[in-house]
């Protein structure tokens, strides 16, 4: 499957001879944010006034028959007898599939609207009924009742549980579009006539905002399916970057603006702007939901707790030391960026280590003016070399000139937990593209994530197991059903790791686009010597960074977050299988795992698709 990739101002479909195939996790990392189809060009909508008043009786008219010819044009075949008749609408074609035929979709789908199976098991469900009506229809069978009990008896068996089946059976399936509200319960008691048998039903006020909703819901489904089926190759370019035209529009709206100052007293000068921190205006829901996660993600470090606990984490803090100070030919008499700067601790690092200049920028504002003060304290800021400056504010926002850019060197401690999380290389990234000299170094520069098995005493489980000589069974029970929905970020020490470990990502920092910190990897877990026959409940996720001999040349160093590493801050991210997996010798786990971005901004969803041996396949889906 081609992997649909989120890029900065938009999503682009990779080509297939550039990535691996992917296999999309869920709902929440396919749902686009773009202008629905029912806009015009200017982006006003063409189903009446914002206040849904209407002017006169002649609107009113021309809007029923607006609404009447929309839905005509979304006839849906039946799920039975597809090319010999069709339903006008998914509702009123899966409520007569469940009246007709017995085969009621709500049985498979998860009723939760807010639950990240829903959108996957609907699409799989509709899809894998068109394929076996389609098969069984091929073979000679024709009677709909018979082809109904086959199909039912296979939904009962979850045989659309297959990723094969999140590709559309049938091209512009329009029941892919408005099976949602059908599951969410507007079937014919409470959803519009859509089959038209009373015309009457038509011209009422209520019917009117009724399917005014229905089609709205429909286009957000619409742009949804697209996604999947640009990721099929079922649309070509063209149809690409039409639907997603609307979302790659830059500089509009009011500018908030923010002066940052280069204090430079040493050379007799007044302060001058030398860069401007822009902020667009949010306009719709999804960008108010990123300024306010964005402002909180910023404002969590301008506490000075979180930084206690990164600057004690010897392992970490220490790797950056050495790197920047151990690597004269790297550091000596050159210019140094520090994305993400914090307390200074890494620019002080840098400046010590004979940086000529160091410029850190940190979008805390009370964050910044702490580094600010440091660097003077050490004698490296305004009152004393003027070594180090500080620039305060979100980095993809700054506009203008960065004192002393373009730079040699950019440095940044950008990792979050299952060393994605928070999504900050983003932000190094850009920084690399627009202030670093071509050839520059990034530290650290080769970024891994790795897997490996690991069992229960792994888990907080065993705790329940005896609390003064009680057993609270029912404790370890949620606590795993709630870890089967959501990524455990907690230490794993290496002696519960039951299986040999496997790489499933490598970043090189230097060369790596936004694009690749999404990604899909096949993998093969074998038992490790002597753990044969124990259980393994899950997989166990950490990554390396490495400041490598490219750049480091007198000192590389490497940071790892291993199990058996000394315990870092991340400590390791797990992930739970639904039930424990016994490996014996000469037994496997094989499968996939796909870290993508988040709905939710800086965070990510992490789909696991494995099969013990040859048991069926299971995917689970997890939020981190």
Known sequence: MVHLERRTGGYSVADAGERDEGFASEERAWRLSAVPKGTNEGGEETMGSDDGSDSDGNAREE?????VDDVEDERCADLMDPEGRTHQGATATLTHARETYGVDIRR??????ASPMRFYEGMKVLNYIRFEVGNLRREGMSDCGEIAAKVKAGCEARAFDDERFMTPTLQDDALLFGWEGYVDGMDDDSAVDLDGDDEGKAEEPNVIEKMQKLKLENEELRLRLFETMAAAGLVDDSEVTKTFSPTIVQGTGDMACERIEEQNPSKGESDERVAVSRRSSPQTTEEKLIQEVDDGYFDSYSYFDIHRDMIGDSARTEAYRDALELNPSLIKGKK???????????SMFAARGGADKVVGVDGSKRIAEVARKNAQHNGFGSEGTDQIQIVQGKLEDIEGTIPNAPFDVL????MGYGLLFESML????????????PGGAVLPDIATIHIAGFD?????FPFWDDVYNFQMPEVARQLHEGALKTAVVTHCEGKHLTTDSIQVCELDLATCSIADTEFTTEFTLTPQAGREGEETHGVVLWFDTEFSKRFCAEHPVMLSTHPNALKTHWVQTMLHFSEALKLVAGSKITGRISMVKSKRPRSYDISLEYQFNSDPSKVMLYAL
């Open 108 to 113: 498979y789908v998860t009723a939760d609207a």
């Open 426 to 437: 983003d932000t190094v990234l850009v920084a690399r593209d627009r202030y670093l000299k």
């Open 411 to 414: 440095v940044s401690e950008w």
């Open 336 to 346: 140094v960026l520090d994305v993400g700067c914090g307390t200074g601790i890494l």
């Open 456 to 460: 229960r005493a792994a888990t907080s």
């Open 63 to 67: 809007e029923e028959e607006e609404y």
